[in-house]
């Protein structure tokens, strides 16, 4: 007769707790341990209990598991877009920390809209996360309420201009604006145009172009023009941009993107149109996006260390979650990349 144990007998709902403990040998305290915290059990024990959680499909009631514990085990993270590649970087490592923590990451994008944003943070909250993370500092008044009332940490990531929640895990806007005017005014430009955003929906773009202003107005030039763009941004707005530049200002110099995709659109339309790329018009893009080095000529970029922001951002909220951190800003240091399009 073999001595492996059987199976027990499921109810109707399926397989519980308690069955999986009688199938693994073990106490129904030590099947929740390895669920919620596999790094405080032994080996050979969470084995055991993972290969009897999968011989029985066991799926673990996390509504009960809310109930009987203080935490969640669950981060909600609300980016602005899902399809932009800079905030799955930034995401990616979010999971990469997390994961390891027995942190689960629950995802929202928030389509650069304060409401929507507002929204998603109420729905999440009836989750209880242990923690959010954030893309900026800019929020309604009653989501800057229900996320300050939660006692949860809160990290803002991407800006570093403006004072956090509590924590923030970002770099200056406003500083990356002046390196590219300064970029521009060793080169001697001074017809200059900013495309970006519209001013009530990215503020952090703003930021970049009262950056590139500071420095303009140091030496006594106009304020750049400005292009605002509706967000979410197409690769083809950089086309749309670059026709609205040369209509209000037929002789420019040049023109900073806030984000690498469009400005590739535009130099490649400018080098279907013939237009001499940085002879004629210097380009500069921010975020040093994929294929942003591929171009021709090569587009002049700020590079922006997205996955240390998720990285420290998760680090950040495991850090409070246990205790050891307290409200601070981080500010990580940009990279100009001065390639052939400035």
């Given at each position: 007769m073999s001595d492996k144990?059987?199976?027990?007998?499921?109810?109707?709902?399926?397989?519980?707790?308690?069955?999986?403990?009688r199938l693994a040998g073990t106490s129904t305290q030590t099947v929740s341990r390895v669920l919620s915290r596999p790094e405080l059990v032994s080996e050979a024990t969470r084995k055991l209990v993972e290969d009897a959680v999968r011989q029985l499909n066991y799926i673990p009631n996390s509504a009960a598991r809310l109930l009987a514990s203080t935490t969640s085990r669950i981060v909600a993270v609300i980016i602005p877009s899902l399809s932009a590649t800079v905030y799955a970087r930034e995401v990616d490592?979010?999971?990469?920390?997390?994961?390891?923590?027995?942190?689960?990451?629950?995802?929202?994008?928030?389509?650069?809209?304060?409401?929507?944003?507002?929204?998603?943070?109420?729905?999440?909250?009836?989750?209880?996360?242990?923690?959010?993370?954030?893309?900026?500092?800019?929020?309604?008044?009653?989501?800057?309420?229900?996320?300050?009332?939660?006692?949860?940490?809160?990290?803002?990531?991407?800006?570093?201009?403006?004072?956090?929640?509590?924590?923030?895990?970002?770099?200056?806007?406003?500083?990356?604006?002046?390196?590219?005017?300064?970029?521009?005014?060793?080169?001697?430009?001074?017809?200059?145009?900013?495309?970006?955003?519209?001013?009530?929906?990215?503020?952090?773009?703003?930021?970049?172009?009262?950056?590139?202003?500071?420095?303009?107005?140091?030496?006594?030039?106009?304020?750049?023009?400005?292009i605002q763009l509706t967000l979410p941004m197409s690769a083809h707005d950089g086309v749309v941009a670059l026709d609205k530049v040369l209509e209000i200002e037929p002789l420019i110099q040049a023109i900073f993107f806030s984000a690498d995709a469009i400005a590739i659109s535009a130099l490649l339309e400018c080098n279907r149109r013939g237009i001499k790329i940085p002879d004629q018009i210097a380009l500069c893009g921010f975020g040093n996006y994929d294929l942003a080095d591929a171009t021709m000529p090569a587009l002049t970029t700020v590079a922006v260390p997205f996955e240390k922001i998720g990285e420290l951002a998760a680090t950040s909220i495991l850090e409070r979650i246990r205790g050891n951190a307290e409200p601070r800003r981080l500010s990580l240091p940009l990279q100009l990349l001065r390639r052939g399009s400035a």
């Open positions: 144990p059987r199976s027990p007998r499921l109810s109707r709902g399926g397989a519980r707790m308690v069955d999986v403990a490592q979010i999971i990469r920390v997390l994961e390891p923590a027995s942190f689960s990451v629950m995802i929202g994008h928030s389509d650069y809209s304060e409401k929507r944003e507002e929204r998603l943070i109420q729905s999440f909250l009836e989750r209880r996360p242990d923690g959010f993370i954030l893309t900026g500092t800019q929020h309604t008044d009653l989501a800057r309420d229900l996320l300050l009332s939660s006692g949860v940490p809160v990290v803002e990531t991407f800006d570093g201009d403006t004072t956090p929640l509590d924590i923030s895990v970002g770099f200056s806007n406003f500083e990356a604006g002046r390196k590219v005017g300064e970029l521009f005014r060793s080169r001697g430009l001074t017809r200059i145009a900013y495309v970006g955003g519209r001013s009530d929906q990215d503020f952090r773009s703003n930021a970049r172009f009262e950056g590139l202003v500071s420095r303009l107005q140091e030496d006594g030039l106009q304020p750049a023009a400005r």
